[in-house]
């Protein structure tokens, strides 16, 4: 018979014991005058346990259990051993910036056990181990453009280095964030796989290679990414994360059976890329003075529309940085949370665990916020919590899939919310698309001529005092192409926006069912652009291209 009363004093003993061993590793710390760590507490990095060997770490009791370029923390038993000392210095000597952590035994044993599982994850991948940063680093330092990546690429496929698979895969991540990609998609055809970049919004071809690399770098891509590698019939989503020059960029992973095998898609989500202001979006100056009003009252409704890839997400986070202070706050409800917003507090979403935008919503009334972001209205129960929130004193950011600012009040009325309720909640509602920038080295100036002169005129001709918008209506740039834009006559993206201030001459028309065509003469009325004005402005002003323009909306 056990005796429970004795085994829970020995748990009792061996705990204490641990405490102690580790309240002398602080003593100890102080005395050698370095930092103290519990490694139980902390994540150890795989690509840092390599730097030194499973062998040398036992001997001489050091550990590097974080890694972030070259500079590494490393947790000592006995920081002034004269074999930990020498060995110290040898890491000093390659170029390693150190920090030195003391650690208990007990602290120490946790962290070697990762060893083991760093050797497991070298035979599952056939010798394949994690991405190393400094080949990242290597390569995106060596790329300029798309042209150099390439010839990077073709080396790597033409040579016989160990580790092909790597050293591809790596080269890819590095040229998608040198050239600006936010997408990487690999595609199995029939005969061959291809490689492709979403830069600006629109597909590139980067790469072409063949199908027995392709089954490798699947593999690769599910191991690294928490996939499963024996599900090949079913779409499967993950995500992994590279550290690059001193920031982290998360990666998501999307794989999709498709006839000749499993397209990839990933998406990096680098946080340069939505560190965009307010000032930097590109809405023209009445909107933005209305804009700037509507985001700072204390409660109400602002909607943001737009098909996927439109800016929405980019514009509501550059909303919510603008009114962040230390005395309101502010709860996301996101899916995925994309980019982490410092003082925010932000909440994902989990359709599989029953966590819905409904429930995020409630749930986030409980936490007693001043403004709440709801990333997308989807159903009726979602836009119902969140129009009573906009009515009882929270402010409200949301987006809707709707083709324009007109639409979202149908869109709205199919979800079940009355009219009048809308004119009530809602402050204003914004529709914007992602135009591409002329390349600035490149761009050539031409003059409007015939069918363009006349669809030109025509928009121009609705919108009051045009003078203050654009002193030119005779010429235009069109794209040409150059080593600075990958030859594709475009650098960076700018947004169009149109808006509707939600008042009570709204209200009414509301209440009377108009048509598409009745709501639209508001926008004069109220002295705001629609899409297409606002992209023809900026056609003139040199922010874009027509061509451009009329790959996004419809000018007609």
Wanted: overall charge neutral.
């Amino acid at each position: 018979m056990f005796d429970l009363k004795n085994i829970k004093e020995q748990k009792d003993v061996q705990l204490l014991r641990e405490q102690e061993e580790e309240e002398l590793a602080k003593i100890l710390s102080v005395k050698y005058d370095v930092r103290y760590i519990n490694l139980k507490t902390v994540s150890i990095k795989t690509d840092a346990l390599k730097i030194v060997p499973e062998k040398k770490s036992r001997e001489l009791k050091i550990i590097v259990f974080e890694k972030v370029g070259k500079k590494i923390k490393v947790a000592v038993i006995s920081p002034k051993e004269t074999e930990t000392v020498v060995y110290l210095k040898k890491l000093e000597e390659k170029g390693y910036s150190l920090t030195i952590y003391m650690v208990s035994h007990k602290s120490i044993e946790k962290a070697w056990s990762r060893y083991a599982e760093m050797s497991y994850n070298t035979k599952t991948t056939a010798g394949l181990v994690d991405i190393v940063p400094e080949n990242v680093e290597n390569i995106f330092s060596k790329t300029t453009n798309l042209e150099d990546l390439k010839e990077i690429l073709k080396d790597i496929l033409n040579s016989k280095v160990q580790h092909i698979t790597s050293r591809f895969f790596e080269a890819i991540l590095a040229g998608a964030l040198a050239t600006g990609a936010s997408d990487i998609h690999i595609e199995p055809e029939e005969d061959f796989i291809t490689l492709r970049f979403r830069l600006d919004g629109v597909l590139v071809v980067v790469a072409k290679f063949k199908k027995h690399l392709y089954k490798l770098l699947l593999s690769r891509i599910k191991l690294i990414s928490g996939l499963k590698l024996n599900v090949t019939k079913k779409p499967q989503d993950g995500r992994l994360s590279i550290k690059l020059q001193e920031k982290s960029v998360e990666i998501r992973v999307s794989v999709l059976p498709d006839a000749y095998g499993e397209s990839i898609v990933l998406r990096l989500l680098d946080p340069a890329n939505i560190s965009v202001t307010i000032k930097d979006l590109g809405i023209e100056k009445n909107l933005f003075e209305i804009l700037n009003k509507e985001i700072h009252r204390p409660n109400g409704m602002i909607l943001n529309t737009g098909p996927t890839g439109s800016g929405k997400t980019t514009s509501l986070y550059a909303f919510l940085r603008k009114i962040h202070t230390p005395e309101n706050k502010i709860i996301t409800i996101e899916n995925p949370i994309e980019y982490h917003l410092p003082g925010i507090v932000q909440t994902q979403i989990n359709i599989d665990k029953g966590y819905t935008f409904l429930e995020g919503l409630k749930s986030s009334l409980r936490q007693d916020p001043d403004i709440i972001m709801v990333g997308e209205i989807r159903d009726t129960d979602t836009a119902k919590v969140a129009v009573n929130s906009a009515l009882t004193g929270h402010l409200v950011f949301s987006t809707l899939h709707t083709n324009n600012a007109v639409g979202t009040f149908y869109r709205l009325i199919d979800l079940g919310i009355q009219a009048n309720i809308i004119s009530t909640a809602i402050n204003i509602i914004i529709a914007q698309r992602l135009v591409r920038k002329p390349c600035e080295h490149c761009k050539k100036e031409v003059l409007i001529e015939e069918k363009d002169k006349e669809e030109i005129s025509k928009i121009l001709g609705e919108i009051d005092n045009v003078e203050k918008y654009t002193t030119n209506t005779e010429k235009m740039f069109v794209p040409v192409g150059c080593d600075e834009c990958n030859n594709t006559g475009y650098k960076g993206r700018i947004g169009i926006f149109e808006a509707i201030l939600v008042n009570a001459e709204i209200s009414k028309l509301l209440e009377q069912n108009p048509g598409k065509e009745v709501i639209k003469t508001i926008f004069k009325q109220q002295g705001l652009l629609s899409l297409a004005q606002d992209g023809v402005i900026k056609v003139l002003n040199g922010d874009t291209t027509l061509d451009e323009l009329r790959r996004v909306i419809d000018l007609e």
